[in-house]
């Protein structure tokens, strides 16, 4: 049987199983065998179109051939989730390190170079994020920003950008800028530069030789409203007449052969229209086959308050603030691929803080229970085991410690189904790749504190674990002590004074950050602990080692030293009352 024929027949199956009345199944059943057909059906369409890219024109040769469009092509679901990831992963990379450039102390020209390859990246994550949230978009479900922005600005960058695309062209791109349109708008920047690049793109696309002009016009003003008409005129091949009436629908493409020279998923124009009619916007075009296209579409922005863009200082002072902060973090990162390796390590190097980088579950868990940590940034997808049973395992830890570290998720993926999953995995946070530099140092920062609050959580537990505990048995200490109580006396003596002892000189080595030395102290007193069955002590007392050997933050050794002297006073009472009870019952 032709492929084709098959999913054909597994269409009308499909259409079949929704429209059928499952008496028989319960809800749970029913739902399932949808959800499995689902998966097969979705399996098999991969395997007879292979990579997402060739999609569309496979699906389009169809409807050329008057056969029904149907719904050959895979799901967009199914298509994005698959090059989200792909995509996401290295435009991470990029974006990161063009990120870690910028602090390299760049000349102005390397400067705008770079922000253009940023810019390129950000564009391209724009389009991500469209192609991701296509079905919200249609649904009108799509969210868009009503912000401030220097309009000026945003044209520049979004030509400079295009003309850097034009290479080994004969073509120019000139722009015309009505001067009566004002610097600040309140708008959606970042949609406009979506839509600008998107037109401008196709146009650099379909022009080999000649010119592409931007122009820009007041359309209406009236009181705080300004509608600017945007035209984007080619030199270009052109489209069909007949292409016309639908070269905004998704997956559209002039010609059959487009594909082949050109490339493209015919999304763009769809996308584009989506975002200028959900930003109250309309767009048309014309176009003569060898002589040009004209796209015209109009937006309508608000008037600033005439501040002037780029005076934002205060987010600078407070993001030094942030970094601060964040210093001294110990972090362990879960990360499968080498480049993204890299980046995290720069990019917390120069945060100050201290890496522990795998991409294997096991050595990382492993340092986890071995070293003292503030966070793990977790990548959700890892080859021999997922972030999410990761996360199950350090959840179910037994030193509460480790089970409450804060760990924050990374993912290239755009899921809901993730989001939920993680908040069910017990993850703080996520973020999305490629995230901004900021967005990790914010979030870092968010999920520092919760260390402490642990600290101060555990402090809570064992005061009041101690509390309700039943007072402490010496009768096993008497017994080793062969029933000397003398000898027992003298044993609680040496347990109180090495006790005291430590807590004078831990106070001096926290203070003076002598690491070396504390952890010294607490192993001499470990054992005395363990023997005197004090065993919140001791557990305080193996904290303060971990600490120590990652050159432990200051902050959290206070913390624990303050909770081993509460903790201490509390024992000592019930050691001195134990040793009374013995006393009275040996008269
Ligand atoms: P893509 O460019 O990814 O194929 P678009 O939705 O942006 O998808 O464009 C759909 C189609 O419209 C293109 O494939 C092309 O055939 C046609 N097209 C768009 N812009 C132009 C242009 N400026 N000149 C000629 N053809 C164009």
Same mark, same amino acid.
């Given at each position: 049987m032709n492929p084709k024929n098959l999913l054909c027949s597994l269409e009308n199956m499909e259409s079949m199983l929704n429209s @059928? #009345? @499952? /008496? /028989?199944? #319960?809800t749970a059943e029913a739902s399932h065998l949808k959800r499995s057909f689902q998966a097969f059906k979705n399996d098999l369409e991969q395997k007879v179109f292979g990579e997402p890219g060739s999609v569309a024109v496979k699906v389009k040769k169809e409807s050329t051939n008057g056969n029904s469009k149907g719904n050959l092509g895979p799901s967009p679901n199914m298509l994005i989730a698959k090059v989200s990831h792909e995509i996401r992963t290295p435009l991470n990379g990029i974006v990161g390190f063009t990120d870690l450039l910028k602090e390299d102390g760049l000349t102005s020209k390397q400067l705008e170079k770079v922000n253009a390859i940023q810019s390129a990246s950000y564009s391209l994550l724009e389009i991500i994020n469209e192609l991701l949230e296509y079905s919200k978009l249609s649904t009108g479900l799509e969210d868009f920003d009503t912000i401030d922005f220097n309009f000026q600005n945003v044209i520049k960058e979004v030509t400079y950008l295009c003309k850097t695309l034009i290479t080994d062209k004969k073509v120019t791109l000139e722009t015309e800028i009505d001067p009566d349109i004002p610097g600040i708008l309140v708008g959606d920047p970042s949609k406009l530069s979506q839509i600008l690049l998107n037109l401008l793109g196709n146009a650099i696309k379909f022009v080999e030789k000649g010119s592409i002009r931007l122009r820009i016009a007041v359309k209406q003003k009236v009181k705080h409203q300004i509608r600017l008409e945007f035209a984007i005129a080619d030199t270009g091949i052109g489209i069909p007449e007949s292409k016309l009436p639908n070269i905004f629908n998704a997956f559209e493409q002039a010609t059959d052969s487009t594909f082949l020279k050109y490339g493209g998923s015919g999304l763009g124009l769809s996308i584009v229209k989506q975002l200028i009619e959900n930003l109250g916007g309309d767009i048309s075009v014309s176009s003569t086959l060898g002589v040009g296209t004209t796209f015209k579409f109009d937006i309508p922005y608000g008037l600033g308050n005439g501040k002037k863009a780029g005076q934002a200082q205060e987010p600078k002072i407070k993001k030094e603030k942030v970094r601060q902060s964040i210093k001294g973090m110990r972090i362990l990162v879960f990360e499968d691929n080498l480049l993204n390796q890299r980046l995290i390590e720069e990019r917390l190097k120069s945060w100050g803080c201290t890496t522990f980088i795998t991409e294997n579950a096991r050595y990382g868990l492993d340092i986890l229970e071995k070293t003292g940590l503030d966070a793990i940034l977790m990548d959700l997808r890892m080859p021999e085991m997922d972030g999410f049973e990761v996360t199950r395992q350090i959840r179910q830890n037994k030193d509460a410690t480790i089970r409450e570290i804060p760990i924050i998720a990374l993912t290239a993926d755009f899921s809901l189904g993730d989001k939920n999953k993680c908040k069910e995995y017990g993850i703080n946070d996520c973020i999305l790749k490629p995230y901004n530099p900021d967005e990790l140092m914010f979030t870092l920062l968010k999920n520092r504190g919760k260390n402490m609050e642990l600290t101060e959580a555990l402090k809570k537990t064992v005061v009041n674990r101690n509390q309700h505990s039943k007072r402490l048995d010496l009768a096993p200490i008497l017994k080793d002590c062969m029933g000397d109580v003398d000898l027992l006396q003298e044993l609680i003596q040496l347990y109180k004074q090495n006790a005291l002892e430590f807590i004078g000189s831990a106070k001096t080595h926290i203070r003076y950050g002598d690491f070396e030395e504390l952890g010294l102290a607490a192993h001499k007193i470990k054992a005395g602990l363990a023997m005197m069955q004090s065993h919140e002590l001791h557990a305080i007392i193996v904290q303060i080692q971990e600490a120590c050997k990652t050159q432990g933050d200051v902050k959290k050794l206070q913390s624990l030293y303050s909770c081993f002297v509460d903790e201490y006073s509390k024992t000592e009472l019930n050691i001195d009352q134990a040793f009374l009870e013995i006393k009275r019952k040996g008269k």
């Open positions: @059928f #009345s @499952f /008496e /028989e199944l #319960s």
